[in-house]
């Protein structure tokens, strides 16, 4: 069972597999890990088009979710349902943090973007490991206190 089950926030009545998005957080965490010894912003560039597809309700065309779903089919690992829109808002945050240690890589604030790989890396590992969607947490704590439901 993972740590976010019970979460009470608005949902958008559309699933997904908490399986395969675990799936995608093991390689976002190998795929910043590699960044993070080779340094080679195409890596980075790579995450920032597939957190952009995820975020953006276009998953079917990203690669990660492709491997996920493979990797789940062929080892038989069950659809466990999730609600989408925690997700979506969790892969924006994902975005985010790609575009901004691409930046500051760019730019040459390499403390910056090893901090901000570390980040990502640990809430990644959060994700895959014992199912904790920290971002999922944010679109909660943001939903119950805005007036207008944040929409994903």
């Given at each position: 069972?993972?740590?976010?089950?019970?979460?009470?926030?608005?949902?958008?009545?559309?699933?997904?597999?908490?399986?395969?998005?675990?799936?995608?957080?093991?390689?976002?965490?190998?795929?910043?890990?590699?960044?993070?010894?080779?340094?080679?912003?195409?890596?980075?560039?790579?995450?920032?088009?597939?957190?952009?597809?995820?975020?953006?309700?276009?998953?079917?065309?990203?690669?990660?979710?492709?491997?996920?779903?493979?990797?789940?089919?062929?080892?038989?690992?069950?659809?466990?349902?999730?609600d989408r829109a925690p997700k979506r808002f969790a892969a924006f945050v994902g975005l985010l943090f790609?575009?901004?240690?691409?930046v500051f890589s760019l730019l040459d604030f390499e403390n910056t973007s090893l901090v901000l790989a570390g980040i990502l890396v640990v809430f990644a590992t959060l994700e895959a490991v014992i199912g904790f969607c920290a971002g999922c947490h944010v679109y909660t704590f943001l939903n119950k206190f805005s007036k207008k439901p944040v929409t994903s």
């Open positions: 069972m993972a740590l976010n089950d019970n979460i009470d926030c608005p949902v958008d009545n559309i699933t997904l597999n908490e399986n395969q998005a675990r799936g995608n957080a093991y390689q976002v965490l190998y795929i910043t890990v590699a960044w993070i010894i080779f340094r080679n912003p195409w890596i980075i560039a790579f995450l920032i088009l597939d957190f952009s597809l995820r975020a953006l309700n276009l998953g079917k065309y990203s690669l990660l979710n492709r491997i996920s779903q493979l990797v789940i089919k062929k080892m038989g690992i069950p659809y466990k349902p999730v790609s575009i901004a240690i691409l």
